[in-house]
């Protein structure tokens, strides 16, 4: 998910561009990408699906996407499947504490 509001007009192609400009991220690789409106009622989440682009867009009628803190400085978030399905159906994940679990170094 990018951190900045994007322009809800973008299509395909200036998302895919605003992939590899702003998050450094190929496009194609099959994630989801998540972009926000900046009054953030609309979503857009862009992907490959393997011989072209999939977008799926969504304008709520009333409310906002209640989305996580981003860190200073920060050009993109990384979420879970969890995180976004919350997301969608209006949790305010930035209220969520994920409690310690644990990780395997890489």
């Given amino acids: 998910m990018t951190s900045e509001a994007t322009d809800m007009r973008c299509g395909f192609d200036r998302l895919a561009e605003r992939v590899r400009a702003v998050i450094g991220e190929d496009p194609q690789s099959g994630h989801l990408f998540v972009f926000r409106?900046?009054?953030g009622d609309r979503l857009k989440i862009l992907v490959w699906d393997r011989d072209?682009?999939?977008l799926w867009y969504k304008r709520l009628e009333l409310g906002v996407f209640k989305l996580p803190r981003v860190?200073?400085?920060?050009?993109s978030v990384e979420l879970r499947a969890s995180e976004l399905a919350m997301i969608l159906d209006g949790i305010d994940v930035s209220k969520l504490k994920r409690?310690?679990?644990y990780e395997r170094a890489v």
Avoid at 71 to 75: H, V
């Fill in 37 to 39: 409106s900046r009054r």
């Fill in 99 to 101: 409690v310690r679990r």
């Fill in 71 to 75: 860190e200073q400085g920060a050009r």
């Fill in 52 to 54: 072209g682009f999939l």
